[in-house]
């Protein structure tokens, strides 16, 4: 699981690489100021990213705020490449009293992605082979908490930390025909061998604000998840 140290690593590299497209990077329809929002046609501009950070002129962004900010650029950067951006979100079953932690809560969309997700995708679990891997989804996967209400429990207050996915997909058109139809909500095929403890799927396009909202607790949690692995550079 990439650390925050490893995300800087990750999006130079990256951007490294998509910056030999000069042509596509300096035309002014493509600024890489600006994001399309595939849901609405509406633009939001770095501007705004940046206020939703709460980055201001008068301060220099800390490192959580300026690797957000870096991840929204990457995927726009992907949006400019051809690919379409979804939003995931995936929540796990509750067990009795149990709270799931950061490590296991991982563990549990390692298994659901890799075993369950990219095959139904692919239609093969050899996913992994050199004719199959430049199409599978580029993907960043942040855990996120999903209560934020206090709950009085035996006399006293609690603050429960149940916790679930919030995943940044970058699609392929060439695989668009078969992702389509996972679009909404617990639409993705679950198989209950390898994905017996997701509760449920939500699917749908993304816009920059939503890239920005998945990566909200990376401060909290930096073991984010990044598939292909092989992105990440040794």
Known sequence: MPTLIQLVLLLSFN?????????????????????????SNLLTTEDDWRRYLGITPEHSPSQVQSY????????????????????????????????????ICNQFFIN?????????????????????????????AFIDEHESKPRVQKSKVEFPTRLHHHALLAIHTKILDKFSPMIGTNTIPLRAKYASKVMTTDLKECDAMTMLYASKRLRQYPDFLAFPDRLIPC
């Open 15 to 39: 951007f490294e690489r998509l910056a030999m497209n000069t042509d596509t990077l300096e035309s002014p329809s493509t600024s890489p100021s600006v994001l399309t929002d595939q849901t």
């Open 68 to 103: 957000r900010l870096a991840l929204v650029k990457l995927f726009h950067q992907y949006a400019l490449e051809g690919r379409k951006i979804f939003h995931l979100t995936v929540t796990y079953k509750k067990y009795r009293d149990t709270q799931y932690d950061e490590r």
């Open 112 to 140: 659901f992605y890799l075993k369950s997700f990219l095959p139904s995708l692919l239609s093969t679990r050899n996913f992994h082979k050199s004719s199959k891997r430049p199409l599978q989804p580029i993907c960043y």
